[in-house]
């Protein structure tokens, strides 16, 4: 993610997470972070970005910030795929394990994290604000980042078939020689 996909991500935020959305200022100080500690992609095709999702990789742990597609685009593997290319960036920076909130109230991304090998370790209660909905707390090991089921959509290198696909670039090469995030 650039900050040339803000106004798109900004967009699919407000539409996905209302009130508890990320502001600007908010999307950008994560961008800034690029790639020092954290890795951003997003997932687009000719129609603009499907999703986009976000990691912070700190020692041997990582923590997965944010997932979202877009809700005409559920069950097109795009969400996997975008974990898939959060968990591979964790293990290659390092991480050994990798945490993650979730709403209790999403039971859509609870299967997803369950069928990627996380476990429920805790419960952050009123962690979402400002619904005060409760966050699930998950961990996994990075022992192998090995894709749990058929095929998704190739959200790092691109995909020939339609599916929408993430900006070619590792995180490492996501700032320009100004220190600007491209």
Do not use: K
Not at 15 to 43: D, H, I, N, T
Not at 97 to 113: H, I, K, M, P, T
Request: include cysteine; hydrophobic fraction near 40%.
């Amino acid at each position: 993610m650039t900050t040339a996909d803000l106004e798109s991500v900004l967009e699919l935020e407000l539409a996905l997470f209302g009130e508890e959305a990320w502001s600007r200022q908010m999307l950008e100080g994560e961008l800034e972070q690029q790639p020092a500690s954290r890795c951003y992609l997003v997932a687009e095709d000719d129609r603009g970005i499907a999703g986009y999702g976000g990691v912070l990789a700190a020692g041997d742990q990582a923590d997965i910030l944010t997932i979202a597609v877009g809700t005409t685009r559920w069950g097109q593997g795009i969400g996997s795929s975008l974990l898939e290319a959060l968990l591979a960036e964790a293990a290659r920076r390092g991480c050994t394990e990798v945490f993650l909130e979730v709403r209790a109230d999403n039971s859509r991304a609870q299967r997803l994290y369950h069928w990627w090998g996380f476990a429920e370790i805790g419960i952050r209660r009123g962690y979402y604000q400002p619904s005060g909905t409760d966050a699930i707390v998950m961990r996994r090991s990075l022992a192998s980042v090995v894709r749990p089921g058929p095929p998704a959509a190739d959200v790092r290198h691109g995909a020939a078939d339609g599916h929408p696909v993430a900006h070619p670039f590792v995180c490492e090469d996501a700032v320009a020689g100004d220190g600007e995030a491209m």
